[in-house]
């Protein structure tokens, strides 16, 4: 989740500062083994002030230790397109915005709205996807559109599953739903 540059002194001393002021009994050597640790373990600037703050809001006084910070991390589960796809087959696609754009070198990601607003997770804002207006040939179809596809042809799979139709059976039914689904949009 942290993709910002490596722990840097400045920040180091500003997270140190902080913890002086809520925990005066704290020890030089305590921050020298903080400082190892945290480098040791790849902190980032904002992971470490992450990890500073939470523990300042949620310690137990009167001492904190260092392994509090150590496992500070915040953890979000990431949905790649697929997984999305199924969530709007569940008809939970609502609860997700997406994190991150698909580019040359990575795919689109989502995360829930929950854990937007508790991590204050940057999201990419979407056009306000309305029946008139198409995706021009050079944009890519919507989310919302892609998934409904899917949800066509899974709905259509397992009705084959279910009911094991002959294949012309099955292409008359497919060809319905498919209507259906034109007819609701």
């Known amino acids: ?63 904190p230790t260092v392994a509090r910070i150590l496992d500070f991390d915040r953890k979000i589960t990431l949905l790649d397109y697929i997984a999305m796809c199924e969530k709007w087959t569940l008809g939970l696609g609502k609860f997700y915005k997406m994190v ?21 997770l940057p999201f990419v804002e979407q056009k306000d996807e309305t029946p008139e207006a198409s995706p021009t040939e050079d944009e890519p179809p919507a989310p919302l559109e892609i998934a409904e596809r899917v949800r066509a042809e899974m709905q259509t799979l397992a009705m084959k599953a279910r009911t094991r139709l002959s294949a012309e059976e099955f292409e ?6 498919q209507e259906a689904l034109e007819r609701d949009k």
């Not at 470490?48 to 523990?55: E, G, Q």
């Not at 070198?105 to 607003?117: C, G, M, R």
């Not at 008359?172 to 739903?177: I, L, S, V």
Request: net charge neutral; glycine share 4%.
């Open 1 to 63: 989740m942290y993709t910002d540059t490596m722990l840097s002194p400045q920040v180091f001393a500003t997270g140190r500062e902080m913890l002086g002021a809520a925990f005066p009994k704290l020890t030089e050597d305590w921050f020298r083994v903080l400082l190892a640790q945290t480098v040791g373990a790849a902190f980032t600037n904002d992971r470490f002030t992450a990890a500073v703050n939470d523990l300042i809001r949620t310690c137990e006084y009167p001492e």
């Open 172 to 177: 008359t039914n497919k060809r319905r739903a």
């Open 100 to 120: 991150r754009k698909a580019d040359a070198t990575h795919q689109p990601l989502w995360a829930s709205i929950e854990d937007i607003e508790r991590y204050r």
